[in-house]
């Protein structure tokens, strides 16, 4: 199995501009979260997804993200406009059916993004 | 949001030593959880913790959950260069998957 993917694995974009994170969930998943690390806050969740449908978004940060999964292979994490704040690395997780449990989550490598 | 105090910060070891880090937080967790993260890479799962006082090994790894639920150790024995990457807790409040928590890491250096 290939895994999450991520794409891109890295992103430099200047404030202001709109900035779109796409991920592949394992084939078979059925939930799908997105997460934020950075130095000073750790692993954030911001949103995830049962199903193709968005179930917890209390962690997104404000309006100027969105998150949508127009079916079980595709998700897209927007930023618009983006902000030198919003540098970090997006995570992006899937894990199988079944009750949504944390230990179940299989991580991708990470979208490392920098806003100038 | 919730706090997840996790120590230290960073260590810096001989190969061989063995490394002990730990998690506290102020509320009670059903699920503790330690990863592991190389460099460029996301957390890949080591051990999960589902009672308190257990106790659970994983090759040379072993975590416990604390018996106050408030809190869990990691334990790497005989380390090697491998071992290098940041360590993280996370626990869990409840039995859905949005309420959980994780710690800043612990960033381990091993030198050979």
């Known amino acids: 199995d290939a895994g999450v993917i991520q794409s891109p694995r890295h992103e430099v974009t200047e404030m202001g501009q709109e900035v779109t994170l796409r991920c592949k969930p394992i084939?078979?998943?059925?939930?799908l979260f997105w997460y934020r690390q950075t130095m000073m806050r750790g692993l954030e969740l911001l949103i995830y997804f049962n199903n193709n449908v968005p179930i917890d978004d209390s962690g997104m940060p404000e309006d100027r993200f969105s998150a949508k999964m127009p079916n079980a292979s595709f998700s897209t994490l927007k930023i618009q406009p983006s902000e030198p704040r919003d540098s970090a690395v997006y995570f992006c997780?899937?894990?199988?059916?079944?009750?949504?449990?944390?230990?179940?989550?299989?991580f991708g490598p990470g979208t490392r993004l920098t806003v100038l | 949001g919730q706090q997840l105090n996790q120590s230290p910060q960073s260590m810096f070891i001989q190969e061989g030593e063995d490394v002990s880090m730990n998690c506290t937080s102020s509320s009670i967790f059903n699920t503790w959880l330690w990863y592991k993260q190389d460099p460029g890479e996301g957390p890949v799962l080591l051990i999960a913790?589902?009672?308190?006082?257990e106790l659970t090994s994983n090759g040379r790894l072993t975590a416990q959950f604390g018996i106050t639920r408030k809190d869990s150790f990691l334990n790497i024995s005989a380390s090697i260069p491998s071992d290098v990457g940041i360590y993280f807790c996370?626990?869990?409040?409840?039995?859905?998957?949005?309420?959980?928590?994780f710690g800043t890491g612990t960033s381990l250096t091993v030198i050979p």
């Open positions: 996370a626990g869990q409040i409840g039995g859905t998957g949005n309420q959980f928590y």
């Open positions: 913790l589902y009672k308190a006082g």
């Open positions: 084939s078979g998943h059925n939930s």
């Open positions: 997780a899937s894990s199988p059916p079944g009750r949504v449990r944390t230990d179940t989550q299989y």
